[in-house]
């Protein structure tokens, strides 16, 4: 028995998902997901070359925003989740207090020190190896600190009173030197082969230097050496190299009924701005037979101009005017990324280390399928 082969108006109302009122509707109850009874679903490379599509709507350091079209949701949210928990940067694991007499406790400060974002050579973070923590029931198994595992940071702050301080000054910041340490105050002490990987604008630094640490008065005084490691956001959240990795599916909406005058104008307001347009009736669809704009050449009509600005409010639902009228949905294989970089990486790059990681995986879940088979 030949394959069905499903009408193109079919595979369009496939891709889309219903969004009704209080309800979500056509959505996939398939044992594999795109694949129907009676079908040939066989996955061919060209096809999917074919199918699949990139487009960038924004690409800026520590920000990106762009689609990937015609994958299925679990490929994509295997991307967004190893952009969250697998790709590897560095941070302060170790904190070692020598001094700290500011009112902040030690493990307060250690932890605020270990949530700020790091930056340097991408090269360098690729060449570092992991760093093995000791185990409760082991001490003394955990990896040695070496230049190629453990990246060496201090910090070292006194706070004194200012001579220079104007009579009558309020201001702590002139009326003491260093009364609040920033992460611009960390400094960055190679060793090994790290002077060859991590030099000039590459060295270990903090992302953002004006990040607030603590606030000193005179006579008190912070030293610490912060020794930093690689990891993964799976381990410890420090570690992720995005402050946020989230999709969105593409909206859809079609006016299936003419929406005129008062009408359009309300209906635009429904929805954010740049999405619905108001455009004049012409002549040739006034004349037009059951077109529904008969004699309302020159009015306003509603059209939709730029779905991807919607945020599927469902606003237009709520009035009774508009039942009927229009169609909200959808697009179930167009996903809407944006990813903000914390700094190691950026934005644009970090899509790309995901995908990376996702070979490898694979390549390693079919190594493991040989040997089983063998």
Same mark, same amino acid.
Not at 179 to 206: C, K, L, M, N
């Given at each position: 028995?030949?394959?069905?082969?499903?009408?193109?108006?079919?595979?369009?109302?496939?891709?889309?998902?219903?969004?009704?009122?209080?309800?979500?509707?056509?959505?996939?109850?398939?044992?594999?997901?795109?694949?129907?009874?009676?079908?040939?679903?066989?996955?061919?490379?060209?096809?999917?070359?074919?199918?699949?599509?990139?487009?960038?709507?924004?690409?800026?350091?520590?920000?990106?925003?762009?689609?990937?079209?015609?994958?299925?949701?679990?490929?994509?949210?295997?991307?967004?989740?190893?952009?969250?928990?697998?790709?590897?940067?560095?941070?302060?694991?170790?904190?070692?207090?020598?001094?700290?007499?500011?009112?902040?406790?030690?493990?307060?400060?250690?932890?605020?020190?270990?949530?700020?974002?790091?930056?340097?050579?991408?090269?360098?973070?690729?060449?570092?190896?992991?760093?093995?923590?000791?185990?409760?029931?082991?001490?003394?198994?955990?990896?040695?600190?070496?230049?190629?595992?453990?990246?060496?940071?201090?910090?070292?702050?006194?706070?004194?009173?200012?001579?220079?301080?104007?009579?009558?000054?309020?201001?702590?910041?002139?009326?003491?030197?260093?009364?609040?340490?920033?992460?611009?105050?960390?400094?960055?002490?190679?060793?090994?082969?790290?002077?060859?990987?991590?030099?000039?604008?590459?060295?270990?630094?903090?992302?953002?230097?004006?990040?607030?640490?603590?606030?000193?008065?005179?006579?008190?005084?912070?030293?610490?050496?912060?020794?930093?490691?690689?990891?993964?956001?799976?381990?410890?959240?420090?570690?992720?190299?995005?402050?946020?990795?989230?999709?969105?599916?593409?909206?859809?909406?079609?006016?299936?009924?003419?929406?005129?005058?008062?009408?359009? &104008?309300?209906?635009? &307001?429904?929805?954010?701005?740049?999405?619905?347009?108001?455009?004049?009736?012409?002549?040739?669809?006034?004349?037009?037979?059951?077109?529904?704009?008969?004699?309302?050449? $020159?009015?306003? &009509?509603?059209?939709?101009?730029?779905?991807? &600005?919607?945020?599927?409010?469902?606003?237009?639902?709520?009035?009774?005017?508009?039942?009927?009228?229009?169609?909200? $949905?959808?697009?179930?294989?167009?996903?809407?990324?944006?990813?903000?970089?914390? $700094?190691?990486?950026?934005?644009?790059?970090?899509?790309?280390?995901?995908?990376?990681?996702?070979?490898?995986?694979?390549?390693?879940?079919?190594?493991?399928?040989?040997?089983?088979?063998?």
């Amino acid at each position: 028995m030949a394959p069905l082969i499903p009408s193109q108006e079919e595979l369009d109302r496939r891709r889309i998902i219903g969004i009704n009122a209080e309800t979500v509707t056509n959505i996939p109850s398939t044992d594999f997901p795109g694949h129907w009874p009676g079908e040939s679903h066989e996955w061919a490379l060209e096809k999917f070359k074919n199918d699949f599509k990139v487009e960038f709507h924004r690409n800026d350091r520590f920000d990106a925003s762009f689609s990937l079209i015609g994958l299925d949701a679990a490929i994509a949210n295997a991307f967004r989740r190893i952009l969250m928990a697998e790709v590897p940067t560095l941070a302060i694991e170790y904190v070692f207090v020598h001094n700290n007499t500011s009112v902040i406790q030690d493990e307060v400060l250690a932890q605020r020190l270990g949530l700020i974002p790091l930056k340097g050579s991408v090269e360098g973070l690729n060449w570092m190896r992991w760093f093995k923590k000791p185990t409760e029931d082991d001490p003394d198994s955990g990896s040695t600190p070496s230049d190629y595992n453990t990246v060496v940071l201090r910090l070292g702050v006194e706070c004194t009173e200012n001579p220079n301080a104007a009579p009558g000054e309020q201001d702590p910041r002139k009326l003491y030197n260093n009364a609040h340490v920033y992460a611009s105050d960390i400094t960055f002490h190679p060793v090994g082969r790290q002077e060859q990987f991590f030099v000039g604008d590459g060295a270990i630094q903090p992302v953002n230097p004006d990040i607030l640490i603590a606030k000193l008065r005179p006579k008190q005084k912070i030293e610490m050496e912060l020794h930093c490691i690689k990891g993964i956001g799976a381990d410890h959240a420090k570690f992720s190299p995005v402050a946020t990795a989230t999709y969105r599916l593409m909206p859809d909406i079609k006016i299936v009924r003419p929406i005129i005058g008062e009408d359009a &104008k309300k209906f635009a &307001k429904c929805f954010p701005k740049g999405v619905i347009g108001l455009e004049p009736i012409t002549r040739e669809e006034a004349s037009r037979k059951d077109s529904g704009y008969e004699g309302h050449e $020159g009015e306003q &009509k509603a059209v939709v101009v730029d779905p991807f &600005k919607d945020t599927v409010s469902r606003e237009c639902l709520r009035h009774e005017e508009f039942q009927d009228k229009v169609k909200l $949905g959808r697009v179930r294989d167009h996903f809407i990324y944006n990813v903000e970089s914390t $700094g190691q990486f950026d934005s644009d790059v970090l899509f790309l280390e995901s995908v990376k990681i996702l070979k490898l995986k694979c390549a390693r879940w079919k190594r493991g399928l040989t040997d089983i088979t063998r």
